[in-house]
Every structure is written in structure tokens, then in C-alpha cells.
T-cell receptor
Framework: DAGVTQSPTHLIKTRGQQVTLRCSPI?????VSWYQQVLGQGPQFIFQ???????GRGNFPDRFSARQFPNYSSELNVNALLLGDSALYLC?????????????FGNGTRLTVT | QQQVKQSPQSLIVQKGGISIINCAYE??????FPWYQQFPGKGPALLIA?????SEKKEGRFTISFNKSAKQFSLHIMDSQPGDSATYFC???????????FGKGTHLIIQP
């Protein structure tokens, strides 16, 4: 069975640009969450989507936005990139709400902002 | 504000020994405590999880011990193997939050 797939695997952007990251959940999973992992730190929660609706948002600025499509895939958008946005962006899926079902992470998109 | 404090930051254990990683939390509304294992270049993978109604949970060589009154929980890896060398994260969920709160991670090295 395919796990959570994310694209692209690596990305280099310039300050001020915009970026879109993509995620396909495990088949049958209806919830997608996004996390930011800065080098040497634990992942930080950005968004959770369940059944195509935003169910939770972490402490991130409005430059970060996301959406979930009818096929349960998801996109994370970051506008006006800052150097501090350089990180590994992780997508995770679960069949239900977080806590009721285990989270399965993808291998992430490594974003470098120069 | 760090809601989940993890220690030690790094740990070296001999093959066959017991690896112990500790976490402490502040939010008493947390009610789900998973541990994740992460290898370089990979996403975190769920190892084992516990809820506050039990004090211990064991799955193979991995055991979570949970102390609700002390607001602490720990991961024990028995008979540690070189393949267990990875970064381990504790996490917590609850209080109406929709996302996991992770600790800062422990870099574990098992020496052959």
C-alpha cells in the first residue's frame, strides 16, 4: 500500500516568493495535517483538515494557508516567504480525527528560502 | 512556551542495553501521548501510544511508562539494537487542540 506521498521532495525559493506544497494521503484516509519541522526541532502543527474542512490551526501567520480537495489530497501554500520558513514540511494523514486514529507521516518537502 | 519537555537531547547506549527517554508535560488536558521514531531523510513513524487511563503499555521491545500525577511519561527500548539509532519524539494531544505538540527530540545512538 502506498503511504503518504508529498511533492516536490526539495524546493528552493527566494524571499518574497510564494510556494505550494502537495500531499496525497493514504487511500481511505479522510484527514490531512501539516507540520513544519525546523532542523533539530520537533514538528510544529500548522493545519488539520478533515472531510475537506479546516478543523484546526496552529500558531502560524496568515501567510500560511491550506485546502483539502474532494479526493482528500491537500495543498499547503506559503506567501511572502521569509528565510525563517526554511524547514521540512510534513504532511500526515489519518482515517479519522487526530487522537482517534494514528497519524501517518510522509517524508516531507524540504524547503530552502534564500 | 514549550508544553512538552523531552530529555535527554542525545543518548548513547551499548547494544543490548536499555534506552530510556523522558518527557514531561504541563497541560493536564492532554489525553493522548504517542512516541515517534524518525530516521534521517524520512518522516516520523508512530512507535507506540498511550492514554492516561493506563500506567504502562508494551509493544515488543518498546514500553511506555506513564505517571499522571507527575505529568511525566517515558519510552523504554529493551535490548537496544544498532537499527534503533534514530531521533525519537514524544508528543501529546488534548484540551481541544487538533494538532500534536511534540518534544524537541532525542538523538539515540546504539553502539555495536
Amino acid at each position: 500500500d502506498a503511504g503518504v506521498t508529498q511533492s516536490p521532495t526539495h524546493l528552493i525559493k527566494t524571499r518574497g516568493q510564494q510556494v505550494t506544497l502537495r500531499c496525497s494521503p493514504i487511500s481511505g484516509h479522510k484527514s490531512v495535517s501539516w507540520y513544519q519541522q525546523v532542523l533539530g526541532q520537533g514538528p510544529q502543527f500548522i493545519f488539520q483538515y478533515y472531510e475537506k474542512e479546516e478543523r484546526g490551526r496552529g500558531n502560524f501567520p496568515d501567510r500560511f494557508s491550506a485546502r483539502q480537495f474532494p479526493n482528500y489530497s491537500s495543498e499547503l501554500n506559503v506567501n511572502a516567504l521569509l528565510l525563517g520558513d526554511s524547514a521540512l514540511y510534513l504532511c500526515a494523514s489519518s482515517w479519522g480525527r487526530v487522537g482517534n486514529s494514528p497519524l501517518h507521516f510522509g517524508n516531507g518537502t524540504r524547503l530552502t528560502v534564500t | 512556551q514549550q508544553q512538552v519537555k523531552q530529555s535527554p537531547q542525545s543518548l548513547i547506549v551499548q547494544k543490548g542495553g536499555i534506552s530510556i527517554i523522558n518527557c514531561a508535560y504541563e497541560n493536564t488536558a492532554f489525553d493522548y501521548f504517542p512516541w515517534y521514531q524518525q530516521f534521517p531523510g524520512k518522516g516520523p513513524a508512530l512507535l507506540i501510544a498511550i492514554r492516561p487511563d493506563v500506567s504502562e503499555k508494551k509493544e515488543g521491545r518498546f514500553t511506555i511508562s506513564f505517571n499522571k500525577s507527575a505529568k511525566q511519561f517515558s519510552l523504554h527500548i529493551m535490548d537496544s539494537q544498532p537499527g534503533d539509532s534514530a531521533t525519537y519524539f514524544c508528543a501529546a494531544l488534548g484540551g481541544g487542540a487538533d494538532g500534536l505538540t511534540f518534544g524537541k527530540g532525542t538523538h539515540l545512538i546504539i553502539q555495536p
